[in-house]
């Protein structure tokens, strides 16, 4: 029997259809509420919120999703996955309560607009300049032009700053105009996640949120917290008020505010806020319409799901008495207090049950595999439409749990150092018989609907044998087969995309660059040399030593920069006696330079960068850093290192 090894899409096959068929029976379908709740308040919108930048390029836009208005899912979507990605179609500008509007569907997250005094108070002003432009623009039609009076970050994740000069003009920040408020850390953070491991993050978000996906009944329907990120500018304007106690309370544009802070949460530097005249709560991203990531599949630090159901807890406790809606920076608000307080309850004990539940089986001895295989929620929380796992689920999450407490180590000395990936999967293939022989078995494995092992197994393959392409679209078969299945739209994605480049091999394509020039502008000296250090070619470095004194004259900044053992070292407010060359520089020439806008023999040439001493030697220094490649190959093997 020949396979087929077609590139396109395939159909549901007949378990996947009995799967996906099954959630109609364990799920509540019937409760419609949250259907309700996110068309309430409803005023308008724009058609297919079409959104294109300076250039005429479309940044974001709903058209594509039109598949989603049939009620009953298609068979290559899991129903629950499905209406959740209906939910997330809701979009247009939106009255919480009297004094609070929010815009949704304009991106990835929501812009939450509070009427001040003097004019308005913006949460979160989205991922790119043009969505939160329109944003704004589509508030001022409908509810009268009021100037922007501040705009608030509540944390430190791209879609909820990146839009900020689509909506304010950083003239009037510097004119004391408009306060910026953010959360304590937050400039360390943005830059910290978005430098030192900002690259292999970016191509892997591909994977998480499907951007460069086809949407469709086969491809990408959502992502869980929303439809999609947006593809337009990324900027930043650094705070101007930093909130730094656990509680602090403000008067911001005659609006009182309670801020509370909530680190090592969805994001290391968060904060919660509460409206005590509004009688409303806002929750930032702790409290949304789905199971939030302890780790993001993208890649991150862990966090603290501890963390996060004590502050949740303490909001509950706190404001949520006092509070007539609770509302967040992505999905839709819910009203009444008793509603309220439900819903912060189980959010709660979601996070609180994913943590202990996971430490109690490891206390067992179990692993994190074992965990993921074995925890479910209870009952009460399973029919939960608000703790389902549309974005994190309890098995990644429960993985991640354990690594944030013992690492990545199961302790069994047989994983302590087995060969790498290629070198395993070409020993493995010899020992079964070779590639044909484990098709072969696959494929009845695959009629038989064990898609997770033909996925395990095959992948095996195509690591030994990256050219065999019958592996590779058996491969892809399975992928996309457990992509129709997941509920979560994470998973469906990196299972979709997984699929597609197995059958297409990696693509050239760059979708964004990876960092934005306010991002680098905002770094300290210090990250941009943590950044030259992970730069750094180690083997190309061996027996190099390089000493640089460096002064940054617009600042007023001086360091000693070392390389030594093929590690690059740094000492702030100092020269050494007898460095090799003395470099200076401004500020902004730095940025410049990290962003590849010009090389250093430019720089040179044109007096930006002035160097005393032997001036070989910074060329030498540059000549050791690595350039990254964006698209990376993920499910094809990597080719070896070549020095
Ligand atoms: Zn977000």
């Known amino acids: 029997m020949s396979h087929d090894t077609s590139t396109g899409p395939k159909d549901a096959t007949s378990a996947t259809c009995r799967h996906n068929a099954s959630m109609m029976d364990a799920l509540p379908f019937g409760d419609t509420q949250d259907f309700v709740d996110a068309k309430r308040g409803f005023i ?30 298609p068979a290559t979507v899991n129903p629950s996955l499905w209406r959740q990605a ?12 009297d004094r609070i509007h929010q815009v949704r569907g304009f991106d990835l997250s929501n812009m939450t607009i509070i009427e001040g005094q003097r004019g308005l108070i913006i949460i979160d002003p989205l991922i790119s300049t043009e969505t939160a432009r329109a944003s704004l623009e589509l508030y001022w039609a409908h509810r009268g032009k009021r100037p922007v009076t501040a705009v608030i970050y509540s944390h430190s994740h791209v879609d909820h700053y ?17 306060t910026i408020i953010a959360p304590d850390r937050f ?17 892997r978000a591909q994977f998480q ?78 409290a949304t319409h789905n199971l939030h990531n302890v780790y993001p599949i993208r890649g991150a630090q862990v966090r603290d799901a501890l963390a996060w159901a004590k502050y949740i807890n303490e909001a509950r406790q706190s404001y949520a008495p006092k509070a007539d809606v609770v509302f967040a920076q992505h999905h839709w608000p819910v009203w009444g207090n008793g509603r309220v307080l439900d819903f912060l309850a189980k959010q709660r004990d979601a996070y609180k049950y994913l943590h202990d539940q996971t430490v109690r089986l490891m206390s067992h001895g179990l692993k994190a595999a074992e965990i993921a295989e074995q925890i479910r929620f209870p009952k009460s929380l399973e029919q939960e439409w608000s703790v389902r796992g549309y974005y994190g689920t309890l098995s990644h ?24 990936p290629v070198e395993r999967a070409k020993r493995a293939l010899t020992y079964m018989g070779g590639a044909a022989r484990v098709i072969a078995q696959a494929r009845e494995d695959f009629a038989a609907g064990d898609y997770r092992w033909v996925a395990d197994v095959m992948s095996q393959v195509v690591f030994a ?29 990196s299972y979709l995309l997984g699929a597609h480049e197995l059958r297409n091999g990696t693509p050239a394509i760059i979708a964004r660059a990876p960092v934005s020039p306010d991002v680098v502008k905002a770094l300290t000296v210090p990250l941009f040399f943590d950044y030259l250090g992970v730069r750094l070619n180690g083997p190309k470095a061996d027996g190099k030593r390089i000493v640089i004194n460096w002064t940054i004259s617009d600042v007023n900044e001086r360091y000693v920069l ?34 590849g806008r010009v090389t250093l023999e430019d720089a040179v040439a044109r007096g930006l960068v002035v160097i005393t001493g032997a001036a070989g030697k910074l060329s030498e220094l540059f000549g050791l850093l690595d350039e990254f490649r964006l698209m990376f190959p993920v499910v094809l093997p990597q080719e070896p290192e070549t020095p």
């Open 162 to 178: 990146g839009g900020v000069r689509g909506v304010v003009d950083e003239e009037d920040v510097h004119a004391g105009n408009v």
């Open 187 to 203: 400039l360390e953070e943005v830059t910290s996640e978005n430098v030192i491991a900002g690259l292999p993050m970016s191509r």
């Open 562 to 595: 070392n390389l030594e053992n093929a590690a690059l070292t740094y000492l702030a407010d100092r020269h050494a006696d007898g460095a090799d060359a003395t470099v200076s520089l401004e500020r902004a020439v730095l940025s410049q330079l990290l962003m």
């Open 86 to 97: 209906r939910l997330n179609m809701h979009n247009g500008l939106f009255q919480v309560s």
């Open 465 to 493: 044998e990256p050219d065999n392409m019958e592996a590779r679209a058996l491969a892809a078969d399975a992928y996309e087969q457990l992509g129709y299945q997941a509920e979560s739209a994470t998973w469906r994605n």
């Open 397 to 420: 999450n429960s993985k991640s749990v354990y690594q944030r407490y013992i690492g990545w180590y199961d302790a069994n000395a047989a994983n302590l150092n087995p060969h790498p």
């Open 209 to 286: 949120f499907g951007p460069t996906l086809f949407r469709g009944p086969r491809g990408q329907v959502d992502a869980g917290l929303g439809k999609v990120t947006s593809r337009g500018t990324v900027t930043l304007i650094p705070p101007t008020l930093i909130i730094k106690e656990p509680i602090e309370i403000h008067r911001i544009d005659g609006v009182e505010i309670v801020f509370q802070l909530t680190p090592d949460t969805e994001a290391k530097a968060e904060m919660h806020m509460f409206f005590p005249d509004l009688r409303a709560l806002n929750l930032a991203e702790n």
């Open 44 to 73: 308008a919108t724009l058609p297919d919120v079409e959104i294109r930048n300076d250039q005429g390029r479309v940044v974001w836009s709903l058209r594509d999703y039109a598949f989603l208005a049939h009620e009953e899912a």
